[in-house]
C-alpha cells in the first residue's frame, strides 16, 4: 500500500531522505568513474581484459564489474526521492485536486518498485560474493601451487558459504516487506525485515566473516613461507614480486571488508539506526552504502586486474630483454666482422 501525504510532520523524513540520497548517488558515480571517466582503469580493462584470451576469471571480472554498475543504478532509481511530475497544473485545476491525482498516478507508476529496488541489489550482491570467493578460491589454489588437499578444502568451504548465503537470500526475499510513500512530491522507500531475517542476516555475516579472516590467514601463512625459503636459497626474483602483488591486492580488499564490517556491525547492533532521521544516522548509513560498493565493485575487481597488470609487465620486461640481447648480439658480430676484414 502506498501513502501519500503533504503532512508537514513527514518533512524531516523527507530532508533525511533526500541527505542520504546524496550517499547513494555518490556511490553510483563512484563505480561509474571508476568504469568510465578513469583512464587508468578503463585502458588497463581494454587491454588486459577483453583484448585477452578469454577465461574463467575473464567472466568472473566482467560479472563484478557491470553488475556492479547495473545493481547500483537500479538501487539509485528505487532509493533516490523522485520528483512528481504533477508540480504544474493545467488552468482551471485547482491545486490540490491536481496534485492528489498526480501523486496517485505516480504510486501507480512505481508500484513495488521498492521491492524490486530492494531485491535486485540484495541478489546482485550475493552473486558479486559468489563471483568474489571463486576468485579467491583460484588465487590461493595458485599461491599453494596447485596443492589437491588445499583445493578440496576451499570448495568444500566455499560450497557452504554460498549455499547458506543462496538459502539466507531465498528466504529475505520471501518475507521482507517494502512499503512506499509518496510524500511532499517526493518518493518514499522503506524496506521492513522480521526477526528471523535479521537473525539470518546476522549468521550470514558471521560466516562470511570467517571465510575472508580464514582466506586471508592462508594466504599470510603461505606467502611468510614462500618469502622464507627463497630468502633460504637466496632466490626471490619473479616469485617473490608475484607473491607481493598477491598479497597487497589481497590485503587492500580485506581491509576494505573490514570497514564494511565495522558499518554493518554498528547498523545491525543500532536497528533504531534505520528508522530514525538524525544527521549522524544518515552519515553512518550512507558511508556504509558508499564503503560496500567500493569493496565488492571496485576492489573486487582488481583482484583480477592487479595480477594480469604485472603478468603483463613481465612479458613486456622479457620482450624488451629479447630485444636488447638481439641488438647487443647484432653489434657484437658486426664489430668482430669488420675487425677481421
Same mark, same amino acid.
Request: hydrophobic share 55%; glycine share 6%; proline share 3%.
Given at each position: 500500500m502506498t501513502i501519500v501525504s503533504d503532512d508537514p510532520a513527514w518533512w524531516p523524513t523527507v530532508s533525511a531522505s533526500l541527505f542520504l540520497s546524496y550517499f547513494i548517488v555518490a556511490a553510483f558515480m563512484g563505480i561509474t568513474y571508476d568504469w568510465v571517466l578513469s583512464a587508468l582503469t578503463l585502458g588497463q580493462e581494454v587491454e588486459l581484459i577483453w583484448r585477452q584470451h578469454w577465461s +574463467?576469471?575473464?567472466?568472473?571480472? &566482467?560479472?563484478?564489474?557491470?553488475? $556492479?554498475?547495473?545493481?547500483?543504478?537500479?538501487?539509485?532509481?528505487?532509493?533516490?526521492?523522485?520528483?512528481?511530475?504533477?508540480? %504544474?497544473? =493545467?488552468?482551471?485545476? $485547482?491545486?490540490?485536486?491536481?496534485?492528489?491525482? $498526480?501523486? &496517485?498516478?505516480?504510486?501507480?507508476?512505481?508500484?513495488?518498485?521498492?521491492? /524490486?529496488?530492494?531485491?535486485?541489489?540484495?541478489?546482485?550482491?550475493?552473486?558479486?560474493? #559468489?563471483?568474489?570467493?571463486?576468485? /579467491?578460491?583460484?588465487? &590461493?589454489?595458485?599461491?599453494?601451487?596447485?596443492?589437491?588437499?588445499?583445493?578440496?578444502?576451499? #570448495?568444500?568451504? #566455499?560450497?557452504?558459504?554460498?549455499?547458506?548465503?543462496?538459502?539466507?537470500?531465498?528466504i529475505t526475499t520471501m518475507q521482507v516487506s517494502g512499503e512506499e510513500f509518496i510524500l511532499s512530491g517526493t518518493y518514499q522507500c522503506e524496506v521492513d525485515y522480521p526477526e528471523d531475517v535479521l537473525l539470518l542476516m546476522s549468521a550470514n555475516w558471521i560466516l562470511t566473516t570467517v571465510w575472508e579472516v580464514l582466506t586471508l590467514c592462508l594466504a599470510i601463512w603461505i606467502a611468510v613461507k614462500h618469502f622464507r625459503e627463497l630468502r633460504q636459497h637466496s632466490e626471490g626474483g619473479i616469485f617473490e614480486d608475484c607473491f607481493m602483488v598477491l598479497m597487497k591486492t589481497h590485503v587492500v580488499y580485506f581491509a576494505s571488508f573490514v570497514v564494511v564490517c565495522c558499518f554493518e556491525l554498528i547498523v545491525d547492533f543500532t =536497528? %533504531?539506526?534505520? %528508522?530514525?532521521?538524525?544527521?549522524?544516522?544518515?552519515?553512518? #548509513?550512507?558511508?556504509? +552504502? /558508499?564503503? +560496500?560498493?567500493?569493496?565488492?565493485?571496485?576492489? $573486487? =575487481?582488481?583482484?583480477?586486474?592487479? /595480477?594480469?597488470?604485472?603478468?603483463?609487465?613481465?612479458?613486456?620486461?622479457?620482450?624488451?630483454?629479447?630485444?636488447?640481447t638481439s641488438i647487443a648480439f647484432q653489434e657484437r658480430v658486426h664489430i668482430s666482422t669488420g675487425s677481421g676484414v
Open positions: +574463467q576469471m575473464t567472466v568472473m571480472y &566482467l560479472g563484478t564489474r557491470y553488475l $556492479g554498475i547495473l545493481s547500483a543504478a537500479v538501487y539509485m532509481l528505487g532509493s533516490v526521492p523522485t520528483i512528481l511530475l504533477s508540480d %504544474t497544473c =493545467p488552468v482551471g485545476v $485547482g491545486v490540490v485536486p491536481c496534485y492528489l491525482i $498526480g501523486s &496517485l498516478m505516480a504510486a501507480v507508476l512505481y508500484c513495488h518498485r521498492c521491492l /524490486i529496488s530492494y531485491n535486485v541489489w540484495n541478489w546482485t550482491v550475493q552473486v558479486a560474493f #559468489v563471483m568474489l570467493r571463486v576468485i /579467491i578460491v583460484i588465487r &590461493l589454489y595458485a599461491m599453494y601451487q596447485r596443492s589437491r588437499k588445499i583445493l578440496i578444502f576451499l #570448495v568444500v568451504t #566455499v560450497l557452504a558459504v554460498n549455499i547458506f548465503d543462496g538459502v539466507a537470500t531465498v =536497528p %533504531t539506526l534505520l %528508522t530514525t532521521n538524525s544527521l549522524g544516522a544518515q552519515i553512518v #548509513v550512507g558511508l556504509f +552504502q /558508499i564503503f +560496500q560498493v567500493v569493496q565488492i565493485f571496485v576492489l $573486487g =575487481p582488481r583482484l583480477i586486474l592487479g /595480477i594480469r597488470e604485472y603478468h603483463a609487465k613481465l612479458v613486456a620486461d622479457a620482450d624488451a630483454a629479447t630485444v636488447m
